[in-house]
């Protein structure tokens, strides 16, 4: 088809879009007016994709990076036939119910591949399902797996670190199946790009070992052809497409006021006289909406020869190809966990608590070979590495992504792999410098996708290092966010406990939090139930008497809470200690549950060497807590135990002020 | 002097280093050993600085990037007299009370510029201190303010994406004064640079518009001339110094182990063997200690001219200058504020809650001219730009920085600009981004720098645009960062009290959170008094009786509360509504007056439109809390209220339950 029958069906994706913003007295005109062509020559002519079938394994994954522009997203949607985006739901843009909403929120069933807005996630998203599709490949052959990655993307994901993280990344890695569409419209919301930035953007991808390709944004022809040349290339691919913003609105077009001003019924008029587009609103005439549905339809064979050679495999490659697809886990992947459990207890199973869950991981990768593991340049002090091989340009079949120094692309990778599927992302750095990944991590937490981390030096427990290295908050902020659960084992029975929990867990992302210091057992005794999925249990039930002081604790002070108890016990005071190494698990058992583990009418004391911030909750109001009061300092570990009274002695003093004060009854 | 004659001296930095990492039983070596020539090209013949007047106004500011390299610093600052870093002191390194903390810790008395080890943050302070010294020029001249801005850097700092958005925007800014010295050692704690990084990192500055020279790190004389030569450079420099990592000790030098492998008395002694150091522990010599020294009292001369210029300042020029050196507020700078407070309950005061914000700001713009704005281009919807010029390349008298979409610069861009002090940094941006400046926020917590943050869109409120742009745990988790005000006011008033309390606290940053949508006034009567400097205050009081119910709520929602309140006392249930502007405000308050302020042996209920994290220290036992289940939804503010239930109707209900199944006196 030659540019000049496809110009019209462009068109169809602007005044779409201008129809739904008008309507919805907001949106962002920009991506969608300026991107219509790219968008076009995308899908009319390369993008493999099945509206019919939008799960389609072996489906090319496409990502609006620039989310704001989510109309352009919805108007493709429409247009190729997907059945859950009707005009009656872009009737409904921005509006509550509507599944096109201001941002497009993840759901592979409507189409949408990830949820953006935040900006240089989409990209980073999308750096990740490159990787997942080259692993995937690497392990099932073209056959299978043999899709490729795009992404379209505003000057906001270029300028962004974390973009910047997956430029150099990605080119490191020749993620040759991923290409960036450019919308280089030299405009942010500020007004012109050059307010903030004057370096050649194309010349920083190549410098990164991108292939890079220039064309005018607003020529079907040159658009198509280039996603022709990247087809072969042997590096990611950014095509540069020179566009004018909100093109086709002559109030606004190429102006800052292109991004997202107001549009009126009257910008939708001159649209429609400046563009010649006779058509109502809303209104796609068949002779443009038929070939828009043609092309939802240009992949119709590739999809059933995909299911052939799926169907034509020996049964167990077709088994074990679905099993991974479905994100599954193997038959009997827990047996290593359970094995792992039984010699938990063993006093010879103290060792540093990231190094517990090192061995549990290691047990993993043997058996679960679609779990991949990033980590931001820590392998040694992590040690998740294991058995894994690199995933290199070389090597694809490696399931270690060396990250870099770059946090934050590492967790938005991860968020891709998972939205990808037929991989397990695990992301591994330390606890203090979660707060570089944490905005991924809210969106795998928004999105509910299953995806790991492991967190370690998670506490004061870190020593030397200091206070830039020592979370002190960092737990409550990840216990504030909705979705995400939080799990600090106290030993390694509690930590293959929430092992085993993490990886069952696939309505959202799991953040397990290690210390570097050595965990003794705490268990006493073997539990063939895993009690850390209940979130909180007693560890140690009240002996002298009728229970008077509740010790709450978790992770490396769970062992300074029951020395505690025996002191206390010693004394007469009738103590229990509760172990909580999940608190979002904790807070869904029944009520009853819960106010047996917490006890009633007694004093109440939580450890953790933290903040107090949001341990209320469970402390109750004569409660009370030892733990930081605020940053940590440098010196030795034990040397800071004591210096912020984070002792037994200290839990003692507080259980029996407070027993002093109350009116609890006494053995 | 010649390299010949430097080399023993770049020596005493190695064995200063080695010997305090032996003796500490950890450290990093990998930089002090390998920019030993580096620092010592720097600081014999090139650096601005005072040991005996360590905070001179106008020095040269150098900050350690990598910071994990401290032992560089510290031998340093001890081998030029900085007297506070003693040899005690550096035996010291890494235990409990010594200066010579694991990491840098932010105290310019000692010579310690900015706390660093979370890579990226350093180089981007870096930058806000060029930019506050490039801003100050523009007002003061060059015999008032003219001094350089130094980093050391190592890969991780340019891997990080804080890294790469300061390389971009410095070099748009052409940031002529701000030099960095780039440990090119080709060794990350994984390995080999080549791991994870195949980039040109020279070209990528280059194109990014910088002047890089390219030298050998251990040429002494080499790296002396780049420096010679980047003091006449119109565009930031970086210094590209090819290093050996770890160098001097044979074991591990040029590999991954010269990062930071455990050094032993072995290793001491075989880098004394290498380098022909015939020096014991921790011995300068006089002949090595005495042209170090010399090289510390290199600037006195520069100095007293300095202080003689000042010193002949006209008397006002001089009282100005100096109260902006020392970050004092212009006298009267409250009057506008007053004046503001006193118009702010009439009716006609009720806008966008980031308006009411803009227009305090605006006035303050004009009369404390020392405050700089930062925004990642989001100036039209949070409209802090007011009536600031831009400043660019060409206009260093610009107060507003255009960041582009970089959010984490602007953070740590902030940080740089407070510690150089002579500027008021406020940074601005939309509260669901906030992650993305979190890390930079974390270390102006913890080093107590009076950073100001304006927060906008900062609730479901923001309605259409959806749960990626609606914070509903970002409130819960700045609270819970130590040393860190979060206000969130309800009204004109609060927001004018509120920002009055951040422009006067010095001792940490503070986060000011506002509504997108109108705010109307929910104070009734003019307060001579600062009631919002209390974090909680009884905004109404109950009425028909002895107070049964406390509503507490914060910002938007206040409005809320106080609606419930006419709803519950027109019932008979007397109810007293209490704002909560700022909850760490109000932790400092006495107990008395919080226990008067929360009332006690009644029924509390929270209102925020946020998770719950958090309030039950507020709430008691039997406290009921209205606010956000999780994560928002895209659609109208009010449709989205009245579905998550944040509504006076479900606050009456929840009220009048709690009040039902507790022993509260009735009315």
Chains 1, 2 share one sequence.
């Not at 939802?296 to 034509?312: F, I």
């Not at 193997?330 to 540093?352: I, T, Y």
């Not at 206390?568 to 583990?597: H, M, N, R």
Request: glycine share 10%; with cysteine.
């Amino acid at each position: 088809m030659t540019e000049h029958k496809l110009q019209p069906l462009a068109h169809a994706i602007r005044f779409l879009s201008i129809d739904a913003i008008v309507r919805a007295t907001e949106g962002h005109q920009g991506v969608p007016l300026g991107m219509a062509e790219i968008a076009t020559a995308l899908y009319a002519g390369h993008l493999r994709f099945n509206p019919d079938e939008p799960t389609w394994w072996d489906r090319d994954r496409i990502v609006l990076s620039n989310g704001h522009g989510s109309m352009l997203l919805y108007s493709l949607l429409y247009l190729t036939g997907y059945q859950h985006i009707t005009l009656d739901q872009i009737k409904g843009f921005r509006e509550f119910g509507s599944h096109c909403a201001g941002h497009p929120e993840y759901d592979p069933e409507l189409g949408i591949e990830v949820t953006t807005g935040p900006l240089g996630q989409g990209i980073a998203n999308a750096f990740g399902m490159a990787v997942a599709e080259a692993y995937l490949n690497a392990r099932f052959g073209d056959g299978l797996v043999n899709h490729r990655t795009y992404a379209f993307v505003g000057d906001g994901c270029l300028q962004e670190g974390i973009g910047q993280e997956m430029i150099s990344l990605a080119g490191h890695l020749r993620l040759s199946k991923l290409t960036l569409l450019w919308d280089d419209n030299q405009i942010t919301d500020d007004g012109k790009t050059e307010l903030s930035i004057t370096e050649n953007v194309a010349e920083r991808f190549r410098v990164a070992g991108w292939n890079v390709i220039e064309v005018d944004g607003h020529d079907i022809d040159a658009v198509s052809q280039a996603l022709n040349a990247v087809q072969t290339a042997d590096r990611p691919s950014m095509i540069a497409c020179r566009t004018i913003i909100g093109r086709g609105i002559p109030r606004v077009q190429g102006q800052r006021g292109g991004h997202s001003a107001r549009l009126f019924d009257e910008d939708a008029k001159a649209a429609r006289e400046l563009l010649k587009w006779p058509h109502g609103e809303f209104d796609v005439p068949a002779e443009i909406l038929s070939p828009w549905r043609e092309f939802g339809r240009r992949n119709n064979s590739a999809c059933s020869d995909w299911k052939q050679r799926v169907a034509a495999l020996p049964a167990a490659d077709k088994a074990e190809f679905e099993r991974v697809m479905r994100g599954e886990l193997p038959a009997g992947w827990q047996d290593v966990l359970q094995a792992f459990k039984r010699d938990a207890l063993k006093p010879e199973h103290a060792q540093g608590g990231i190094l517990i869950s090192a061995a549990i991981n290691k047990l993993l990768s043997d058996i679960i070979p679609e779990r991949m593991v990033g980590c931001a340049d820590l392998e040694a002090p992590t040690a998740h590495k294991g058995p894994l091989a690199a995933f290199t340009a070389a090597n694809r079949g490696g399931a270690y992504v060396h990250c870099g120094v770059r946090e934050h692309l590492m967790g938005a990778m991860a968020n891709g792999m998972a939205a990808h599927g037929g991989v397990i992302p695990l992301s591994v750095t330390y606890l203090a410098f979660s707060d570089y990944e944490r905005p991924a991590m809210r969106m795998a937490a928004l999105m509910g996708l299953p995806v790991k981390y492991v967190f370690s030096h998670d506490s004061i427990g870190i020593g030397k290092n200091g206070p830039t290295h020592q979370p002190v908050e960092i737990l409550a902020s990840l216990r504030a966010m909705p979705n995400m659960l939080v799990m600090r084992p106290a030993d390694a029975t509690e930590a293959v406990e929430c092992w085993e929990v993490a990886m069952q867990h696939q309505s959202g992302p799991v953040s397990m939090v290690f210390a570097r210091q050595m965990l003794a057992p705490v268990r006493e005794v073997f539990s063939e139930d895993n009690l850390s999925a209940r979130g909180g249990y007693v560890l140690r039930e009240a002996q002298c008497g009728q229970r008077q002081v509740t010790l709450l604790a978790t992770g490396s002070e769970v062992v300074i809470a029951k020395e505690a108890r025996e002191k206390l016990e010693a004394q007469g005071i009738a103590t229990a200690v509760v172990s909580l190494p999940c608190w979002e698990l904790f807070d869904a058992q029944d009520a009853s549950y819960k106010e047996t583990v917490l006890g009633s009418d007694v004093v109440r004391v939580g450890v953790e060497a933290a903040v107090r911030f949001g341990w209320d909750q469970y402390l109750g109001s004569r409660g009370g807590f030892i733990g930081m009061p605020g940053f940590g300092a440098p010196g030795p570990a034990d040397v800071l135990y004591r210096h912020f009274n984070i002792t037994s002695e200290a839990v003692v003093l507080e259980a029996t002020r407070l027993l002093a004060t109350t009116g609890i009854h006494s053995a």
